[in-house]
């Protein structure tokens, strides 16, 4: 069982809105990722991190922030929601191994009106 | 970059029937292969990871093979059952991890 928890698992906003979407593992995993996915397209990973005060940038170019403040905390900040934003963001962790698996969250639906 | 690339993009399969799916890449040069199980309103689950070449992993019904020479790993599933329709995702592992587009699969009762 995945102890890794994302929240909302949906939500809806107007455009111009700040939003962010949570994500946190009990697991003590050091390694964090974000990935996109639109309709019938493949995972993009857009950030991840290594660590406390450790984050990158994905292959896929994104608009939003992350932060490691906390190993079992990551969230995903975008300061101003656009209707291109829609998609789902799903969360996951591993651990410190390159063959571990991920672990991933529920994700989060979100929908820029 | 890791390029994974996956095929058929979609499947429909008898139930009772067995089948398997590609997953494709262009470099050995990674940690390790991910097989994921993605069913709707789940999050994704891992069934396999691989790392040698020649690796063979198997639960259940449910078996892989991984071939880092030629550049492939198959993903097979013996006598399906409705339980078994769901997206396979394929990952590579190096510093980061690149999905592929998956194989959905539909298996017709």
């Given at each position: 069982e995945a102890d890794i928890y994302q929240t909302p698992r949906y939500l809806v906003i107007g455009t111009g809105k700040k939003i962010t979407l949570e994500c946190s593992q009990t697991?003590?995993?050091?390694k964090m990722y974000w990935y996109q996915q639109d309709p019938g397209m493949e995972l993009h990973l857009i950030h991840y991190s290594y660590g406390v005060n450790s984050t990158e940038k994905g292959d896929l170019s994104s608009e939003s922030t992350v932060s490691r403040i906390r190993t079992e905390h990551f969230p995903l900040t975008l300061e101003s929601a656009r209707p291109s934003h829609t998609s789902q963001y799903l969360c996951a962790s591993s651990g410190g191994q390159g063959y571990e698996k991920l672990f991933f969250g529920s994700g989060t639906q979100l929908s820029v009106l | 970059i890791l390029n994974v690339e996956q095929s058929p993009q979609s499947l429909h399969v008898q139930e009772g029937d067995s089948t398997n799916f590609t997953c494709s890449f262009?470099?050995?040069?990674?940690y390790a292969l991910h097989w994921y199980r993605w069913e709707t309103a789940k999050s994704p689950e891992a069934l396999f990871v691989m790392t040698l070449n020649g690796d063979e992993k198997k639960k259940g019904r449910i078996s892989a093979t991984l071939n880092t020479k030629e550049g492939y790993s198959y993903l097979y599933i013996k006598?399906?059952?409705?339980?078994?329709?769901a997206t396979y995702l394929c990952a590579l592992r190096d510093d980061k991890i690149i999905f592929g587009k998956g194989t959905r699969l539909h298996i017709l009762p």
């Open positions: 697991m003590g995993h050091d | 262009p470099s050995s040069n990674f006598g399906s059952q409705p339980e078994d329709s």
